[in-house]
């Protein structure tokens, strides 16, 4: 009996002619070794979990990220993507009630990194405060202002996501795109860029400057929409991607709202290049850091990029022949676990990612795309 040809999606190359070209930390190697040994410390996994966790290469989209960072801030950088990753996780899975409390928990520790924690409070407390107590110490206070800021609307965004799962609200695509700035989490990390240096407000919050940023965060969160749209609907975390908006409120099958997304994409690049040219002047030191602070966001976008088909997130060890032959197999859909619930007396004793994990062993053996692929769309 003939296997069934398996479904295949088309995944556009966005960044072909993108100016910034990849790099890497050269602290990686050793920073990654320090940053898995802290994170793995408190236990906030079990075994299989942190396994799946560590292959999601939360360290190397930062050492991508900020090529240029030393070697303190790149650690400091790592442990705090760690932790936006292990809270993303937890957003994706838990009630609306406990990702609140959560919510809360993290916000007091950023905004107090010398109070100590209540005893039997979930972890993410302390490893909050931990690394933010470290961050005084190698990042310019402005910055730190601004990354607490961005930060905590990227939590608040998180909190309201989660209400959205549970009441099972679907947003418009022009409201996608706002809503999925902040819930995608790349804000605080286009705010880094300026962590050696403390630009005015004047700079950083002008029209111009702010319309390069939320580009760049458009072009970022829409190509990690396109890569992780297989791996989400599999197992059944879709409900809150741009493809699976454009599908409902377009009325496109997959491979038609990929492609529209992808336009989408292209506009974004246009506007940025063309936003860049027209930046304002503020005088040549000030000009030094504009350039740099700009350079550095679209990098962010070169380096997610990278980072979707190098690490082992989305396709196993198969990203960088998909990158290649930019085709994917439809993965079937999963049965998740139930919510874990977890408690503040229950915090070290997660298995938040088993879900997954399951179906991530294997995901796209030599077997599947060898037979012969059927195109959607």
């Given at each position: 009996?003939?296997?069934?040809?398996?479904?295949?999606?088309?995944?556009?190359?966005?960044?072909?002619?993108?100016?910034?070209?990849?790099?890497?930390?050269?602290?990686?190697?050793?920073?990654?070794?320090?940053?898995?040994?802290?994170?793995?410390?408190?236990?906030?996994?079990?075994?299989?979990?942190?396994?799946?966790?560590?292959?999601?290469?939360?360290?190397?989209?930062?050492?991508?990220?900020?090529?240029?960072?030393?070697?303190?801030?790149?650690?400091?950088?790592?442990?705090?993507?760690?932790?936006?990753?292990?809270?993303?996780?937890?957003?994706?899975?838990?009630?609306?009630?406990?990702?609140?409390?959560?919510?809360?928990?993290?916000?007091?520790?950023?905004?107090?990194?010398?109070?100590?924690?209540?005893?039997?409070?979930?972890?993410?407390?302390?490893?909050?405060?931990?690394?933010?107590?470290?961050?005084?110490?190698?990042?310019?206070?402005?910055?730190?202002?601004?990354?607490?800021?961005?930060?905590?609307?990227?939590?608040?965004?998180?909190?309201?996501?989660?209400?959205?799962?549970?009441?099972?609200?679907?947003?418009?695509?022009?409201?996608?795109?706002?809503?999925?700035?902040?819930?995608?989490?790349?804000?605080?990390?286009?705010?880094?860029?300026?962590?050696?240096?403390?630009?005015?407000?004047?700079?950083?919050?002008?029209?111009?400057?702010?319309?390069?940023?939320?580009?760049?965060?458009?072009?970022?969160?829409?190509?990690?929409?396109?890569?992780?749209?297989?791996?989400?609907?599999?197992?059944?975390?879709?409900?809150?991607?741009?493809?699976?908006?454009?599908?409902?409120?377009?009325?496109?099958?997959?491979?038609?709202?990929?492609?529209?997304?992808?336009?989408?994409?292209?506009?974004?690049?246009?506007?940025?290049?063309?936003?860049?040219?027209?930046?304002?002047?503020?005088?040549p030191s000030t000009d030094v850091l504009v350039k740099e602070y700009l350079d550095g966001v679209a990098n962010w976008v070169r380096a997610n990029y990278c980072w979707s088909f190098e690490s082992e997130r989305f396709f196993g060890t198969m990203?960088?022949?998909?990158?290649?032959?930019?085709?994917?197999?439809?993965?079937?859909?999963?049965?998740?676990?139930?919510?874990?619930?977890?408690?503040?007396?229950?915090?070290?004793?997660?298995?938040?990612?088993?879900?997954?994990?399951?179906?991530?062993?294997?995901?796209?053996?030599?077997?599947?795309?060898?037979?012969?692929?059927?195109?959607?769309?």
């Amino acid at each position: 009996m003939a296997l069934a040809r398996p479904k295949m999606i088309y995944l556009p190359d966005t960044i072909t002619d993108w100016p910034w070209p990849r790099a890497i930390n050269p602290h990686f190697e050793a920073v990654k070794v320090e940053a898995d040994a802290w994170f793995h410390s408190f236990k906030t996994l079990s075994t299989e979990s942190l396994e799946e966790f560590d292959k999601g290469g939360a360290a190397y989209i930062v050492a991508l990220g900020d090529p240029n960072a030393s070697r303190e801030q790149l650690r400091f950088c790592c442990d705090f993507m760690n932790i936006q990753v292990l809270v993303d996780e937890y957003t994706e899975v838990e009630t609306a009630a406990f990702v609140k409390e959560m919510m809360d928990i993290i916000i007091d520790a950023l905004h107090n990194p010398h109070k100590m924690r209540s005893e039997g409070e979930f972890i993410i407390g302390e490893i909050v405060r931990q690394c933010s107590a470290r961050a005084l110490q190698i990042i310019s206070l402005t910055c730190w202002r601004r990354f607490i800021d961005s930060f905590t609307d990227n939590l608040r965004a998180g909190a309201v996501e989660a209400v959205d799962r549970e009441q099972g609200h679907f947003r418009t695509i022009d409201n996608q795109f706002q809503h999925r700035r902040d819930t995608g989490g790349i804000l605080p990390w286009l705010v880094m860029c300026q962590m050696r240096m403390d630009l005015p407000d004047e700079v950083f919050y002008h029209p111009a400057i702010v319309e390069l940023v939320e580009c760049a965060a458009n072009m970022i969160m829409i190509d990690n929409d396109i890569v992780s749209y297989n791996k989400e609907q599999a197992s059944g975390r879709d409900h809150n991607t741009l493809i699976t908006v454009i599908m409902l409120e377009v009325g496109l099958d997959i491979g038609g709202a990929i492609a529209w997304a992808a336009k989408y994409h292209a506009e974004f690049k246009k506007r940025f290049i063309k936003g860049l040219a027209e930046v304002p002047s503020w005088g040549p030191s000030t000009d030094v850091l504009v350039k740099e602070y700009l350079d550095g966001v679209a990098n962010w976008v070169r380096a997610n990029y990278c980072w979707s088909f190098e690490s082992e997130r989305f396709f196993g060890t198969m990203g960088p022949e998909i990158q290649q032959n930019r085709l994917v197999p439809l993965l079937p859909k999963v049965i998740r676990k139930a919510s874990t619930a977890v408690t503040k007396d229950h915090a070290t004793d997660l298995y938040i990612m088993d879900a997954t994990a399951h179906h991530e062993r294997g995901l796209y053996s030599a077997d599947q795309s060898s037979v012969g692929p059927q195109m959607i769309g």
